[in-house]
């Protein structure tokens, strides 16, 4: 069922569907004018339901979008409670009035909607639009995600080879890896990859606005001088967080996996989208470096006091784990890429 936005009571709630809906119609737009000639249109819809799932897919009209209702409203959660810890961009300011102050029962584990916890957040203006901020990145990737499939040809190629409708993206986890759970995966990374491309056209709205608007200029001035590696560091480690909060951060990589691993992903997307930028306009590689690993320190040191993140995880064994995942991914990308070219929108150069 569709879930209509004017329903939502609380007008702040309301405002963020709002400005995902404009920007998605706003990239569809630009998508279907630069690649989609003789293509349907693209559609998007916020579905009615609490789990968190996305959807593309197709009828006789549109490509369509489905994002559950549960994303956006789950993510806006999310940081709402990473911003009442004042360690969790330390550089914005905790005092003053209060906007945001409630105790929520949030659900801590999106597989397990039962496993809840009280979260108190308290939030001033500034952190209140940082937390919106942040989720809004989440919303917008997973929207451009699900567009990824499209221009990649995954929705036309499911439909075609397998008689499916579309691509589901709640996470499905075969017995044994096999070549179908292989095409899957390497599917996901490149409507990732696709997802880092069109993102930066995201980063460069995110720097125009905190030149004039001062709480979004509060966000970003971690280190002076560096907006545009603020910006992008921001990007990269919302979606950090975000992917430990959706999968949580698991010691083993399971390869019979649907999805690659959610932190395999929040690098490589983070690979992704840097290679991205360097195309558009140059910045400071070292700078944003460490702009992002503070950023993601930060998120791990609340996620851990909210009991979200396991520090002993990340082992080396871990990290040598997830640079070969990383590897893989890329070798297995090209060979999936043919399944699905006779629809894909580019030709990948
Ligand atoms: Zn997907």
Redesign the pocket.
């Known amino acids: 069922m569709t879930f209509d936005i004017n329903q939502i009571s609380d007008a702040g709630i309301r405002q963020e569907f709002v400005i995902l809906t404009k920007r998605s119609q706003a990239i569809f737009k630009d998508v279907s004018s630069s690649l989609g000639h003789g293509k349907l249109p693209i559609a998007l819809s916020f579905i009615n339901d609490g789990s968190f799932n996305a959807y593309a897919g197709k009828d006789q009209s549109n490509y369509k979008i489905e994002i559950n209702a549960a994303v956006p409203l789950l993510s806006l959660m999310f940081f709402t409670r990473l911003f009442s810890d004042p360690a969790y961009f330390g550089h914005i300011q905790s005092d003053g009035a209060l906007v945001t102050d409630f105790v929520t029962p949030a659900i801590i584990d999106i597989r397990d909607f039962e496993k809840r916890t009280d979260w108190a957040v308290q939030l001033n203006a500034s952190r209140s639009f940082a937390a919106g901020t942040m989720a809004d990145i989440c919303s917008t990737f997973t929207v451009c995600?699900e567009l990824g499939?499209i221009i990649a040809g995954h929705v036309d190629a499911v439909r075609e080879i397998e008689g499916r409708d579309g691509?589901r993206?709640l996470v499905s986890i075969a017995k044994a890896a096999n070549e179908r759970t292989e095409c899957s995966q390497a599917w996901?990374c490149d409507?990732d990859a696709i997802s880092a491309t069109l993102m930066v056209n995201f980063v460069e709205e995110l720097s125009r606005n905190a030149r004039t608007n001062p709480k979004a200029g509060a966000m970003f001035a971690g280190r002076e001088n560096h907006l545009t590696e603020e910006v992008l560091a921001s990007v990269c480690s919302a979606l950090f967080a975000f992917f430990a909060y959706v999968d949580g951060v698991k010691k083993q990589i399971n390869v019979a996996s649907s999805h690659p691993h959610p932190a395999v992903r929040a690098f490589y997307f983070k690979d992704m989208i840097c290679q991205a930028m360097e195309q558009r306009a140059p910045f400071d590689f070292e700078a944003f470096s460490e702009i992002v690993d503070r950023q993601i320190d930060e998120a791990l040191t609340v996620l851990e006091k909210m009991e979200l993140f396991d520090p002993n995880a990340f082992s080396d064994e871990f990290l040598d784990q997830m640079d070969s995942e990383r590897a893989r991914m890329i070798s297995i990308q090209q060979k999936y890429r043919a399944v699905a070219l006779p629809w894909s929108w580019i030709s990948w150069g």
Do not use: G, L
């Open positions: 995600h499939h691509i993206e996901e409507a």
